[in-house]
T-cell receptor, first 113, second 114 residues
Framework: AQSVTQLGSHVSVSEGALVLLRCNYS??????LFWYVQYPNQGLQLLLK??????LVKGINGFEAEFKKSETSFHLTKPSAHMSDAAEYFC???????????FGTGTRLQVTL | SAVISQKPSRDICQRGTSLTIQCQVD?????MFWYRQQPGQSLTLIAT?????????ESGFVIDKFPISRPNLTFSTLTVSNMSPEDSSIYLC???????????FGQGTRLTVV
């Protein structure tokens, strides 16, 4: 069975501070891992993905994530938060596929002045 | 990439009625997926729709409540039957890319049952 755990349903950071959103996964097959962002009343937007190859992946809007197999983690980071980063972030897992996904419970990021 | 159009984008329905949501993709795809996002919650996979065969439902979802059609490789419908307020959610259609390295999502159908 596959599962995704996002630690922290709400994260608050100051503008300009480091953003760290945590994601751990469990998968019996090589995982495909994704981070999606959802702005209020909008659809899902792909931030970045890991399928194979380089374990440090860079995405849009300055976000990056590192796949750590030994820790079964895929944490999302951004060096400096911007007010426009305030949104809901979902980590998602595909078991050897990008098509059929298991989503984490989401983390709402708040950015304060 | 794939462009997905969902209709309707939102609806308010009376309890006990049914709503059919349409999903149109701009390219042929083997599998289409239907997800539900309940208010303040994450996405949960309802079913996988393959062209020419019965949809495969995830645990907790049944065909009588969520019948799915897949008449061709670019189109699918999801019906939410005999609706109750608990069915108020966003319903999303999704497909995989050709190289299966990314999933693409429609904008969703925001359903409110009153």
């Amino acid at each position: 069975a596959q599962s995704v755990t996002q630690l922290g349903s709400h994260v608050s950071v100051s503008e300009g501070a480091l953003v760290l959103l945590r994601c751990n996964y469990s998968s019996s097959v090589p995982p495909y891992l994704f981070w999606y962002v959802q702005y209020p009343n909008q659809g899902l937007q792909l931030l970045l993905k890991y399928t194979t190859g380089a374990t440090l992946v860079k995405g849009i809007n300055g976000f990056e994530a590192e796949f750590k197999k030994s820790e079964t983690s895929f944490h999302l980071t951004k060096p400096s938060a911007h007010m426009s980063d305030a949104a809901e972030y979902f980590c998602a897992l595909g078991g050897g596929t990008a098509s059929k996904l298991t989503f984490g419970t989401g983390t709402r990021l708040q950015v304060t002045l | 990439s794939a462009v997905i159009s969902q209709k309707p984008s939102r609806d308010i329905c009376q309890r006990g009625t049914s709503l059919t949501i349409q999903c149109q993709v701009d390219s042929q795809v083997t599998m289409m997926f239907w997800y539900r996002q309940q208010p303040g919650q994450s996405l949960t996979l309802i079913a996988t729709a393959n062209q020419g065969s019965e949809a495969t439902y995830e645990s907790g979802f049944v065909i009588d409540k969520f019948p799915i059609s897949r008449p061709n490789l670019t189109f699918s419908t999801l019906t939410v039957s005999n609706m109750s307020p608990e069915d108020s959610s966003i319903y999303l259609c999704s497909v995989g890319g050709v190289s299966d390295t990314e999933a693409f999502f429609g904008q969703g159908t925001r359903l409110t049952v009153v």
